[in-house]
């Protein structure tokens, strides 16, 4: 007889390393389209845990968890690019226009410490994000009347320029990338306040629970890939890197705490759906279920105006199930916040994922199959009645 594998337990998370993990991520800048450094950084965590991994052409890292069977694959993916800017203009008062790197506000940004990123590897330059009319003392009640949007705002650069010329003797021209500074902060109380949670706290949480997987010897039933992406912010997420033998592929990202939504900071998040559309039925409920059964503090929440990396997977026509794990963050892609006790939360819950066996597990190994032998419905009764003669709707 095959002896019955284990169940999953829930593990204990090294709150430093998580914490270490993710102040090393916020301090290092990653726009979309300049994140060598920072994959450099992930690739060398995962080195330390042992685990194997590869680089896409694209920078994207794939990296292998192996466990019983090695038939089929789930995936877990994050993403390491942040939202930014990038210069478009050089201005003839010796400032810089920029536009956006991903989807944010100018309203958010203003007041934001930045890097200016030139061809010079060796050179740093910084500055400051401001609105065009910055001072109160000039322009009194035309501060706040002023318009808000990256039209409404330049960088100015804390050099001695006065003039375009002046911009391009420093080496600054159009393209160059500005990376709006992260400067984190961890309260006394666990709260955690930083630019750019999204998604390197998703990161580090799961790092911390392939690290407490890996370290306890836990039984791991299915191989599992760790997906991090570098291009979630400007819609193209996990668009490679998922093969066809991956049926199960859950991302981990920012869930958005503000009224009207059932996130909070110190929970983790299940997302039924987000602006794409609803995640697979039966994951979703298979992974809050599993938070219920081991204490693991979970709410469900659906997101309109957001995407992740899942968007991409399935537009791609990525034949796999998807679910959406959140760390409650209020003031997304603004001045956001989130508290450790959640990524803990996080990082147990993917711990006690990554020991549970497929969704459906015979079926999810194949692919495909006759009706008859369809399993959803031992979750999900169709009519026991069977097919109705006349239209739907109609008695």
């Not at 990296?63 to 089929?72: E, I, K, M, P, W």
């Not at 877990?76 to 810089?96: A, P, Q, S």
């Not at 059932?262 to 979703?284: I, K, N, T």
Request: net charge negative.
């Amino acid at each position: 007889m095959v002896p019955r594998p284990p169940p999953p337990r829930r593990l204990g998370i090294d709150r430093e390393y998580l914490e270490t993990v993710l102040v090393e991520l916020l301090e290092i800048p990653s726009p979309s389209g300049r994140t060598d450094h920072v994959m450099q950084y992930v690739g060398e965590r995962l080195a330390g845990l042992g685990l194997p991994f590869s680089i896409t052409r694209r920078g994207a890292i794939i990296a292998s968890l192996d466990g019983d069977r090695d038939d089929v694959d789930r995936t877990l993916v994050v993403h390491t690019d942040t939202i930014g800017c990038m210069v478009r203009g050089l201005k003839e008062n010796g400032r810089l226009a920029v536009r956006p790197i991903g989807t944010h506000s100018a309203r958010f940004s203003e007041g934001a410490q930045v890097r200016i990123f030139t061809d010079d590897l060796d050179q740093v330059i910084t500055g400051t994000i401001l609105a065009l009319k910055a001072s109160g003392h000039r322009y009194n009640d035309e501060v706040d009347s002023q318009g808000v949007g990256w039209d409404h705002v330049e960088v100015r650069v804390d050099e001695s320029v006065e003039d375009a010329a002046g911009l391009r003797s420093l080496g600054i021209d159009v393209g160059d990338f500005v990376a709006l500074i992260s400067t984190p902060l961890i309260t006394p109380s666990g709260f955690v306040k930083a630019r750019h949670l999204d998604d390197k706290a998703g990161v580090a949480a799961v790092l911390a629970g392939v690290k407490a997987v890996v370290e306890t010897g836990v039984h791991v039933p299915v191989n599992a890939h760790l997906l991090i992406t570098c291009t979630e912010e400007v819609g193209h997420g996990a668009s490679h890197g998922v093969d066809s033998r991956v049926a199960e592929i859950v991302s981990v990202d920012t869930a958005v705490v503000a009224p009207e939504q059932q996130s909070r900071e110190d929970a983790v998040c299940v997302a039924m759906a987000d602006g794409v559309g609803p995640f697979d039925y039966h994951l979703s409920r298979r992974i809050a279920a599993l938070a219920s059964e081991h204490g693991v503090p979970c709410v469900r929440d659906v997101f309109v105006h957001y995407r992740s990396d899942l968007a991409a997977t399935l537009e791609s026509g990525a034949d796999t199930r998807t679910a959406l794990l959140g760390f409650g963050v209020d003031a997304t892609h603004g001045h956001e916040r989130t508290h450790m006790g959640g990524l803990v939360h996080l990082a147990e819950l993917i711990g006690l994922y990554l020991q549970t066996d497929l969704v459906f597990p015979e079926w999810d190994a194949g692919g495909r199959g006759e009706l008859e032998d369809f399993p959803s419905l031992a979750v999900q009764p169709a009519n026991e009645e069977g097919p109705r003669d006349g239209p739907i709707g109609v008695d």
